[in-house]
Each structure stands twice: as C-alpha cells, then as structure tokens.
C-alpha cells in the first residue's frame, strides 16, 4: 500500500510549480471566513485536480487545463496523515453513539477504506467536503455537541451542507495542509493530548494555525 503513497504536493514540486497559484480558479477567503496566517494559500477543485494530473506546469496546454478543470468535478480518493503524530486518520465505524464515525489520527498506514475519503470540491461554494469510503458519509463539525466532542469530525451526513464543507490550505514553505470549516470558521486540529476513545480526535477548534497540531499531508491514493 506504501508504494500508492504520493503526497500531492510531491506532485506540485515535481511539476516544477512550488505553490497552489493564485489564479481566478483559487478560492478566496469569504467576509465570513477567517484568513489563515501567511503563507497560508488556498487550494481550488482546479489546482488539486491539476496537482494530482502533473499538468500544473508553466507549458501545460489550455487542453491540459481544461481537462483538469473538468477533472474538478470528480473527487479525489485521498488519506490525510497529521503532522503531530503521524498517523492516518480513519473513521471509527464501530464506536457508539454519539460519536460513530468519529474522525480519529489513530492508523499506521491507510489499510483501506477507514483511511480513505472522497474529496469533492464545490463551484459555486467554493468549499470542499469529505465523504468516507468506510461508511459512504460525509464528514460533518458537531457544532452543538458539547464536551470533549465539542466541534468533533465524524462521518455522519448523507448530503452535503454547511456543517460538511471545508477549505483546505496550502503552505509552500513547510509543505503542509491545514483544514478550516466553514460552519465555524475553525481549523481542524488533531488532539494529541486526549486520552480515552476520542484520543487523537480531529475537531475543527483553532482559530489559526499554530502548529503540527492543525497540519497534514495529504496523499493521492489513486496515484
């Protein structure tokens, strides 16, 4: 399985392009969203389509890019590693209510689909939702939850609303991702220091990215 590992922004530097570009494709943080530090750019449908292609290239074809925007449409099968611990988030399917399908840091490589999530990008939001390939749901922010699992991610939705989108940013310098949701306007961090069954659980809580808590690489699983 180690060998389909290509981490897209392998791609991006092997296409010779260092960072996600800001073209019109790129997605602008909204009034309502809150920008992420410097250095952070965001990542359209487009550009993770034409990272994952090899076509982001100074001589890639208005073809080549047109493909990649149709590409867009189409999700991308990804794992997603944290920086902190890492390890591969999966979907705990056989945990209890109310945390089913709990997001959690927790594997030592993506073994299957509990490691495996549908990247799909939205036009006209301009978000990204999760969808995972354990369970066929989508990640949804427990927003009304309170506690420990205030704000936890859990694969939970059959449709996709505002609990379920998410933008996803990109750091040239450290070569890194971070996630932010829309519902809350919070990045996504990995709580290295719960113990318990939520330990190692993503919960979209940070109001910036501050470290290796809210950073993952994110891999191509169909490469």
Not at 90 to 96: P, Q, R, S, V
């Amino acid at each position: 399985m180690t060998s389909a590992l290509v981490t897209l922004s392998a791609v991006l530097a092997a296409s010779a392009l260092a960072a996600p570009a800001a073209t019109a494709d790129t997605a602008a943080p909204k009034a309502d969203r809150p920008a992420a530090a410097d250095g952070w750019e965001t990542v359209s449908g487009t550009e993770l389509a034409r990272l994952t292609d090899g076509t982001a290239t100074p001589a890639a074809s208005a073809k080549a890019r047109a493909q990649a925007k149709a590409k867009a449409e189409e999700p991308e099968v990804i794992a997603i590693q944290s920086v902190r611990n890492g390890k591969f988030v999966a979907t705990e399917l056989n945990y209890a209510a109310p945390n089913t399908g709990a997001l959690r840091a927790r594997s030592a490589l993506p073994s299957g689909s509990w490691e495996s999530y549908d990247l799909e990008w939205d036009e006209v939001t301009e978000t990204f939702a999760l969808k995972s390939l354990a369970n066929k749901r989508y990640v949804a922010v427990e927003k009304n939850t309170t506690g420990a699992g205030q704000n936890l991610l859990r694969a939970r939705s059959t449709a996709v609303g505002s609990w379920e989108r998410f933008v996803l940013y990109y750091n040239e310098e450290l070569d890194r991702y971070a996630i932010q949701s829309t519902l809350n306007g919070l990045f996504v961090t990995m709580e290295n220091n719960y113990t318990g069954s939520l330990q190692y659980a993503l919960r979209a809580r940070s109001a910036d990215i501050s470290g290796s808590w809210e950073q993952f690489d994110i891999y191509d699983m169909a490469s």
